[in-house]
């Protein structure tokens, strides 16, 4: 069974950073894109960033485009995304995402498969 494990979420004053990483298994890592997406409360789910298999193509949403940056590690199964200047408006439940296919897609309808998740506060 496909298993997604987020960690490294944590409470963070605005301006601030936070590394996240997915540890990936139940698959063949290294053939599918990955993605992130975030959820805050009463709110739907918000697509973030995606990568394709080989880590060679990557694509942002407009609201962290600059600011985040999705990176994968096919030796390690892993799947990361480094967060800088944290604005309050990035707090959200933040899911590593799996998708069925090999290029990077934007939005949330090619990622069928999310972990848990790990919260992200961005509060002073």
């Known amino acids: 069974e496909v298993q997604l494990v987020e960690s490294g979420g944590d409470r963070v004053q605005p301006g601030g950073s936070l590394r996240l990483s997915c540890a990936a298994s139940g698959f063949t890592f290294s053939n599918y894109a990955m993605g992130w997406v975030r959820q805050a409360p009463g709110k739907g789910l918000e697509w973030v960033s995606g990568i394709n298999d080989r880590g060679t193509s990557t694509e942002y949403a407009d609201s962290v485009k600059g600011r985040f940056t999705i990176s994968r590690d096919n030796a390690k199964n892993t799947l990361y995304l480094q967060m800088n200047s944290l604005k309050p408006e990035d707090s959200a439940v933040y899911h590593c995402?799996?998708?069925?296919?090999?290029?990077?897609?934007?939005?949330?309808?090619?990622?069928?498969?999310w972990g848990q998740g790990t919260q992200v506060t961005v509060s002073s």
């Open positions: 995402a799996k998708s069925h296919l090999v290029e990077v897609t934007a939005g949330v309808s090619q990622y069928e498969v």
